[in-house]
């Protein structure tokens, strides 16, 4: 059975950094997999955030992601990661890192798409 366990939310000043992790166990996934962080406001829809490629590394952003966050894995871990900088005060939410582990077509930015959850962790954004 896959578990995602993330870490690293919390509180941060506006302009701050936060640095998010995901560890998977339970499953060593295909070349073929993605991994993901999406996010979710209170009042709002999961929306996706960031995805990285199991195999390979190549990453694809969300326009309000774009230039500010970094996605990255380390296989040899299992481990997904989200460095967050320069956030501001529409990034506070749960955020919550997914897995698609097999093949998809092309990026998976729908929340269907992905299998495996975590739990999600609250960051907090202040002015």
């Known amino acids: 059975q896959v578990q995602l366990v993330e870490s690293g939310g919390g509180l941060v000043q506006a302009g701050g950094s936060l640095r998010l992790s995901c560890a998977a166990s339970?499953?060593?996934?295909?070349?073929?997999?993605?991994g993901a962080w999406f996010r979710q406001a209170p009042g709002k829809e999961r929306e996706f955030v960031a995805a990285v490629a199991w195999s390979g590394g190549s990453t694809y952003y969300a326009d309000s992601a774009k230039g500010r966050f970094t996605i990255s894995r380390d296989n040899a871990k299992n481990t997904v990661y989200l460095q967050m900088n320069s956030l501001n005060l529409e990034d506070p939410a749960v955020y919550y890192c997914?897995?698609?582990?097999?093949?998809?077509?092309?990026?998976?930015?729908?929340?269907?798409?992905?299998?495996?959850w975590g739990q999600g962790t609250q960051v907090t954004v202040s002015s």
């Open positions: 339970g499953r060593t996934f295909s070349t073929h997999a993605m």
């Open positions: 997914a897995v698609r582990p097999g093949y998809g077509l092309g990026w998976s930015v729908a929340p269907y798409e992905y299998d495996h």
